[in-house]
């Protein structure tokens, strides 16, 4: 299976045709890319590139194509729709957005590092996981670190450190195409319930 690949900067300026080996060197879960085919999720871990790069994404094979297009998923943009991977469980978000098909560095560190590590970062994705009445939490929150907004709820959050979730992970590509991922389990004291934490979903 052969793919096309379009990409542009952003804000779009000029378009560049990119073989698969030059999208893998962006992003190295694409040198995987018929495992994401297969898994249904390509669309999902496009985004997320694209908005950890922001930059804009074509990709097609055949008659199918997919878009990756920085803030899609942001909370100004959902208009009232659910993130694609609302409700999801951790593993299946880290399936989905194909963080388990390379060799990730990862790193557990307290609810106020991470914080205060965050605050630090330009851009970056964020999923927070809250118990709603299943036995694992699941995906209620996702923040985008190239939207001012999203940033201003972070240091909320930050300041709470995380109150009412179960697990929050964030992530960023380095410059060689590597994800590095980041991993918290809040202690959850005080009241807040995870669907009361900034859920927006």
């Not at 990119?18 to 999720?41: K, N, P, S």
């Not at 930059?55 to 942001?74: N, S, V």
């Amino acid at each position: 299976m052969s793919f096309h690949i379009l990409y542009a900067p952003h804000p779009p300026q000029f378009t560049l045709h990119l073989t698969l080996d030059q999208l893998a060197r962006r992003d190295r879960r694409f040198a995987q890319i018929q495992v994401l085919h297969r898994r249904g999720t390509l669309g999902l871990a496009l985004q997320d590139s694209a908005d950890l790069q922001q930059a804009h994404y074509t990709l097609r094979t055949g008659q199918t194509e997919w878009h990756g297009t920085p803030g899609q998923f942001d909370e100004d943009s959902l208009a009232g729709r659910r993130h694609p991977a609302a409700g999801w469980s951790e593993a299946a978000v880290t399936a989905g957005l194909g963080l388990d098909l390379v060799a990730t560095e990862r790193h557990d560190l307290a609810a106020c590092e991470l914080g205060a590590m965050m605050s630090t970062w330009s851009c970056g994705v964020i999923y927070a996981f809250a118990h709603q009445g299943g036995i694992s939490p699941t995906l209620t929150r996702r923040l985008n670190l190239a939207n001012f907004y999203d940033q201003v709820e972070l240091d909320g959050l930050a300041l709470r450190q995380f109150e009412g979730y179960a697990v929050v992970c964030a992530h960023r590509l380095d410059e060689h195409g590597q994800l590095q991922v980041w991993r918290t389990e809040p202690q959850r004291t005080g009241a807040v319930s995870g669907e009361q934490a900034l859920q927006r979903f």
